[in-house]
């Protein structure tokens, strides 16, 4: 079976864009693939202090949140990154496959750093943020996958995976697999609902913009008959109407349809009618994760406990097979 590996930030509560953009794709390929899906918390780190108490109980919440969108832990081994000590050891030999150059070239590097550049032109930009990359492509490349649902954003840093991985290959004759990326046709980008033009994010600071996971199903369903949308009144697929293609991802990805049926669905409703519509499969499916949730909480110790132990084996495996490669210790050296 091909394998497939994956991970979500636990920084500020899960939005209905990660369960469409991320999760549901986990659940639906969850029976085609060996799948490693963990808790991406040393990410959560690259921007320096969070709070201890608030970062446990997030990475708690996902993994309830994980099981409760209907991740099997039994067919997947769900598990914190933190867990895995072998992450931060990959990531190490994954930076040193890389140039000060091409870390600085990364979009969401380019971003973050002008926003943090200060008054005076002076830089306080945390290492983290430009060593992000190589984390996430040793968080990859130490289980080796086939594939990696990925949204948009990432796809720079998963090009830069691969030619990490072609680089070990061609460096050290090791066999790493240059993994493909896995986009979903639908949902891989929800916008906010007060502003289509951006993305959905746990980070946006107006609440009406954003459908939590774990929010009050009934204030969900007043978010969405509340969305931006245009004056026209007529539903269709187009770029110009930002709001309706939203809204359109949304009821799409929830009842997995393409955008054109759900368009073809909604062709002769008004905006009244079609956002009711929305709002209920969004307030149907917020009740649904949230009756499971409560008791996925209760077990999250035993999900990662079993989900630890099957990456912990891969994961030493490949560490191994690589500084053998490399003339690193491994076990087997013959220079013990």
């Known amino acids: 079976m091909k394998r497939l590996v994956s991970g979500i930030k636990p920084t500020g509560d899960l939005t209905l864009g990660n369960y469409i953009g991320a999760i549901k794709n986990f659940v639906k390929l969850q029976n085609e693939y060996e799948s490693y899906i963990f808790v991406a918390d040393l990410h959560a780190l690259t921007t320096g202090k969070v709070n201890s108490k608030e970062f446990k109980e997030q990475r708690e919440s996902i993994v309830a949140l994980y099981a409760a969108c209907g991740l099997d832990f039994h067919k997947n081994a769900i598990f914190y990154q933190s867990q895995i000590l072998e992450h931060s050891q990959m990531q190490w030999l994954a930076l040193c496959q890389t140039t000060l150059g091409e870390l600085k070239r990364m979009t969401q590097f380019k971003d973050q750093a002008s926003k943090l550049k200060q008054g005076n032109g002076t830089e306080k930009i945390p290492t983290g943020i430009l060593t992000y990359p190589t984390l996430m492509a040793g968080d990859i490349l130490l289980y080796n996958p086939d594939v990696v649902p990925v949204g948009e954003d990432q796809i720079q840093h998963l090009e830069l995976t691969r030619n990490i991985a072609q680089r070990f290959n061609k460096n050290y ?142 994961a030493k495996q490949t560490i191994n097979n690589l500084q053998l490669k490399i003339g690193l210790y491994g076990e087997n050296d013959e220079s013990k």
């Not at 697999?177 to 980070?203: E, F, H, R, T, Y």
């Not at 007529?234 to 799409?252: C, F, M, T, V």
């Not at 909480?297 to 406990?305: H, R, T």
């Open 173 to 314: 004759q090791t066999n790493l697999k240059i993994p493909q990326a896995i986009v979903p046709k639908v949902g891989s980008k929800i916008k906010s609902l007060n502003d289509p033009n951006v993305k959905m994010s746990k980070s946006q600071k107006n609440p009406k913009s954003t459908i939590y996971l774990l929010e009050d199903p009934k204030s969900a369903y007043k978010k969405v008959l509340k969305a931006v949308t245009d004056s026209e009144n007529k539903i269709y697929l187009s770029e110009s109407k930002p709001g309706i293609l939203n809204l359109l991802n949304i009821y799409a990805g929830i009842n997995d349809l393409s955008l054109e049926q759900a368009a073809e669905i909604f062709r002769d409703s008004n905006y009244k009618d079609f956002k009711e519509e929305v709002a209920k499969a969004v307030k149907d499916l917020l009740i649904q994760i949230q009756t499971k949730y409560q008791y996925y909480l209760k077990n999250v110790d035993a999900i990662i406990s079993v989900g630890a132990q099957k990456a912990q084996l891969l």
